[in-house]
């Protein structure tokens, strides 16, 4: 008899059926993979650890939880930077003011508004599929 079925190997799965055991429940997990750790397994090929189910970044800025994690795998501190290249300049990713100060030359939100306002103005030589855009109409709603 199990104090708990716990359906699913990944991560919520797993670390709960780790600290049951912990503290003396019976536990039975399943999982329809053939592998624990979920979305996150990884196998290794020829030496190298493959993300089988595709890329995965842990983030937390909670040192209690960075620590429980690490003891049961050593996990980088990566932080993602992402940037775009656009006519040989690297832009900063997702739009943030960096990125419409090295386009436009704007520095403030206000700025970035008006400016962006006045492309919707002139847009005979603009495609406006561009202001269909989430971001940008999250940030005009935001500026």
Known sequence: MYDYLIVGAGLSGAIFAYEAT????????????????????????????????????????????????NQFAEFNNYINSPVANYKGKLYNLPFNMNTFYGLWGTKTPAEVKAYVLHLITITSTID????????????????
């Open 22 to 69: 912990k503290r003396g429940k019976k536990v039975k997990v399943i999982d329809k993979r053939d592998h624990i750790g979920g979305n996150i397994y990884c196998e290794n090929v020829e030496g190298v650890n493959v993300h089988k189910y595709g890329a995965h970044i842990f983030h937390t800025s909670n040192k209690e939880v960075w620590d429980y994690v």
């Open 128 to 143: 406006t599929k561009v202001f269909q855009s989430v971001d940008i109409m999250l940030l005009l709603k935001t500026c």
